[in-house]
């Protein structure tokens, strides 16, 4: 059975630091590009952060480009997404995801780990 499990969220203030982890098991994800995503109270999911399979190649939305910084370590089959100076608006659910062809793929999302940030 293949698990993504994020863990790492919590409370925090407004400019502080989180860092979220992403294992996955029952399958390696080494060559995909993986992705952070995250969704707030009445909002839609949206796109935070993406990795390619090397950890060569990333992208951000412009939204946490320079506060957040997404890594990976394939060894362990866990992706990483650094979060510094946090604002209240980053307060979501975050989730990560495989991907191709830049689509999530939709069988995979896990239950996510809370992210909030008080002002």
């Known amino acids: 059975q293949v698990q993504l499990v994020e863990s790492g969220g919590g409370l925090v203030q407004a400019g502080g630091s989180l860092r979220l982890s992403c294992a996955f098991s029952?399958?390696?994800?080494?060559?995909?590009?993986m992705g952070w995503f995250r969704q707030a109270p009445r909002k839609e999911r949206e796109f935070v952060a993406t990795i390619s399979w090397s950890g060569g190649r990333t992208v951000y939305a412009d939204s946490v480009k320079g506060r957040f910084t997404i890594s990976r370590d394939n060894s362990k089959n866990t992706v990483y997404l650094q979060m510094n100076s946090l604002k209240p608006e980053d307060t979501a659910v975050y989730y990560c995801?495989?991907?191709?062809?830049?689509?999530?793929?939709?069988?995979?999302w896990g239950q996510g780990t809370q992210v909030t940030v008080s002002s």
């Open positions: 995801v495989p991907m191709v062809a830049g689509k999530a793929l939709d069988d995979y």
């Open positions: 029952g399958r390696t994800f080494s060559t995909n590009t």
